[in-house]
């Protein structure tokens, strides 16, 4: 006769696991840690889950759930090629979803695989939302023409979208110069440029971006893999195309645009733009745009004045009440008249360059780091620099307090 207390614990033992092996057992577990903000952890359970019960459809939603939430933090993270493969796997759990379609193509197109992304937004419909990222695609791949297309028939669907608007207007803009260039290449460079321009020039200029993409690189640690379209204006063109202020030397939006007027060599000051503005793409590359504007030009301007540095009076101790506030120099400087800008810039390179000499280049990477996982300016420091005990108002009082006095040395800075 079988022991009764061994026939019990079998039998408990068959009810545990007939229970763990419950889908709904599965799915509840999951959806508690999806509640406390665990989805690692409910993606693991989810993924056992769905191994053991594929044909479940609930299972299945949940898990395709967990993926697209994953993927949302990924893109507010900048983590775009993760966003885009978490994106891929719910995809494949609802293959009739075109709403996942389209944000796979959207993660993508910021991660600038172009390629891949057109692909993905072909598969998304015909609304407007796929249509404006294809047309982004043909517009930072140098073909305007199709990008007025394809955002002229996403506004046939959505009339009151002023941001569509604002795009096809800018590249209507820009239509009637860029029709007229001409075109070089390098490694990494698409060059475009005015046909009037000494054809030695844009060599020249090639091998200038060349080697701002390796400098520039070395020092913030990253080397964009994505081609970079780079116009180079005559004056005129350049305000009309950019609408920028009249000191405006140059400009990055997406492109890398210099107005060059009558030069017919690469001068020394010429170099220093082009170096500057490549910072801005680098720098766009890592943060995707989450950086106060006095510390990306900060860093723009150490760059650029390697090359070709003004003669100036660095900025001293008697100076201090007639400083910019952060706050000020946070946002953008295209307001701002002359010498409000020319301050502007000073101290944005005054501030940077301090912190660079003061932390070192793998303090400052670590900062942009964080910002392109979206953290704000003081806390991206506090992160970089903890070993130093400083946030942001700590490294600002130690720049102030490094400030020679008045009369006390010179040169430029």
């Known amino acids: 006769m079988p022991d009764p207390r061994a026939l019990l614990l079998a039998l408990l033992l068959c009810a545990g696991t007939a229970l763990a092996a419950d889908p709904l057992t599965y799915g509840t577990k999951a959806q508690q840690l999806i509640t406390k ?13 769905t191994s053991r019960f594929p044909y479940d459809e609930g299972l299945r939603r949940q898990l395709a759930f967990t993926y697209t939430e994953l993927a ?31 944000m796979r193509g959207i993660a993508l197109y910021l991660n600038k695989d172009y390629a891949a992304a057109r692909d993905e937004l072909l598969q998304a419909g015909e609304g407007s939302e ?70 030695g020039l844009s060599a020249e200029v090639l091998d200038a971006l060349e080697s701002a993409y390796n400098t520039v690189g070395s020092d913030l640690g990253v080397f964009p893999t994505a081609r970079i379209p780079v116009l180079l204006y005559t004056k005129k063109d350049y305000r009309s195309v950019t609408a920028g202020p009249d000191w405006s030397g140059g400009l990055y939006d997406g492109k890398i645009r210099v107005p060059v007027g009558g030069l017919t060599e690469l001068t020394p000051q010429l170099r220093a733009i082009i170096f500057h503005e490549f910072t801005h793409v680098l720098v766009a590359e890592l943060t995707h745009g989450n950086i106060p504007t006095w510390f990306n030009e900060g860093l723009a301007e150490i760059e650029g004045r390697k090359l070709f540095a003004p003669k100036l009076p660095p900025l001293n101790a008697a100076q201090e009440k007639h400083l910019l506030p ?12 002359g010498g409000q800008a020319w301050m502007a810039y000073q101290q944005s390179y005054a501030m940077t360059s301090f912190m660079v000499q003061r932390y070192g280049w793998y303090s400052v990477q670590e900062i ?46």
């Open 326 to 337: 952060l706050a000020e120099l946070s946002s953008g400087f295209s307001g701002m008249g």
């Open 72 to 102: 949302k933090r990924d893109l507010q993270s900048g983590r775009f090629a993760q966003a885009a493969e978490n994106f891929g796997q719910a995809s494949e759990l609802l293959p009739d979803s075109k709403e996942l379609v389209l």
């Open 130 to 199: 796929p249509l404006v990222y294809l047309g982004k695609i043909s517009y930072d791949t140098g073909d305007l023409p199709g990008a007025l297309d394809l955002w002229r028939r996403a506004k046939e669907q959505d009339p009151a979208n002023k941001a569509l608007a604002g795009l096809i207007e800018k590249a209507e803009r820009e239509l009637p110069v860029e029709s007229r260039m001409d075109k070089g290449y390098s490694s990494m460079f698409d060059l475009s440029f005015d046909a009037e321009l000494p054809p």
């Open 37 to 49: 903000g665990d989805f690692v952890q409910a993606l693991e359970e989810l993924k056992a889950a």
């Open 368 to 413: 942009l780091k964080y910002l392109g996982q979206r953290a704000d300016m003081n806390t991206a420091v506090s992160k970089a620099l903890a070993d130093y005990a400083l946030d942001l108002n700590g490294v600002m009082r130690e720049w102030r307090e490094s400030l020679p006095s008045a009369g006390a040395g010179g040169g430029s800075q």
